[in-house]
Antibody
Framework: QITLKESGPTLVKPTQTLTLTCSFSGFSLSISGVGVGWFRQPPGKALEWLALFYWSDDQRYNPSLKSRVIITKDTSRNQVVLTMTNTDPGDTATYYC???????????WGQGSLVTVSS | QSVLTQPPSVSGAPGQRVTISCTGSSSNIGPGYDVHWYQQLPGTAPKLLIYNNNIRPSGVPDRFSASKSGTSASLAITGLQAEDEADYYCQSFDGSLSSYVFGTGTKVTVL
């Protein structure tokens, strides 16, 4: 059974760096085609893809956020970490991580982690 | 920011059929691109509903079906049930943007 769970701060001050951790189990990130993606959903709004870490160690980013986001992997801990710099209130959202299958869809998703950016 | 357009809301009585459209372009729903659908129940994470345009994962009721034609896709729910009340999102990959993209989302209300 594949599971993912997000963890990190619930409140961040504007301009601070946000670090979120996705802890996963039930699959290997070294299997061809597999990946772990990060997404977010502002309250009442649509889903937005942020970044993806591929089995090949390739990292891809949403061009609209590329300069502020970094995705890394900790193989020994089965974790994928998202770092977002220079946050502002517009980054307030529920952040999700999800398992990417070779066909490009995501299943399953973590439960989500609500992050508020406010002074 | 979403490049895939969905109607904000659709509604239907129990037992009825509703459809949700997802309109894109040649760089995301055109030939060579697959569309996937997710159901998001209130207060929960998205759940995969359909992958590769029309395939239901194990456990998804067969009252959910989907199709793709040209640069649009659609999700149909037949025999609408109260438990189907949720937000639904389409998703694809945009080759021009080199980004995974989602639809604007559709809220399904069961009257």
């Amino acid at each position: 059974q594949i599971t993912l769970k997000e963890s990190g701060p619930t409140l961040v001050k504007p301009t601070q760096t946000l670090t979120l951790t996705c802890s996963f189990s039930g699959f290997s990130l070294s299997i061809s085609g597999v990946g772990v993606g990060w997404f977010r959903q502002p309250p009442g709004k649509a889903l937005e893809w942020l970044a993806l870490f591929y089995w090949s160690d390739d990292q891809r980013y949403n061009p609209s956020l590329k300069s502020r986001v970094i995705i890394t992997k900790d193989t020994s801990r089965n974790q994928v970490v998202l770092t977002m710099t220079n946050t502002d209130p517009g980054d307030t959202a529920t952040y999700y991580c999800a398992h990417r299958l070779p066909g490009g869809w995501f299943d399953p998703w973590g439960q989500g982690s609500l992050v508020t950016v406010s002074s | 920011q979403s490049v895939l357009t969905q109607p904000p809301s659709v509604s239907g009585a129990p037992g009825q059929r509703v459809t949700i459209s997802c309109t894109g372009s040649s760089s995301n729903i055109g030939p060579g691109y697959d569309v996937h659908w997710y159901q998001q129940l209130p207060g929960t994470a998205p759940k995969l509903l359909i992958y590769n345009n029309n395939i239901r994962p194990s456990g998804v009721p067969d009252r959910f079906s989907a199709s793709k034609s040209g640069t649009s896709a659609s999700l149909a729910i037949t025999g609408l049930q109260a438990e189907d009340e949720a937000d639904y999102y389409c998703q694809s990959f945009d080759g021009s943007l080199s980004s995974y993209v989602f639809g604007t989302g559709t809220k399904v209300t069961v009257l």
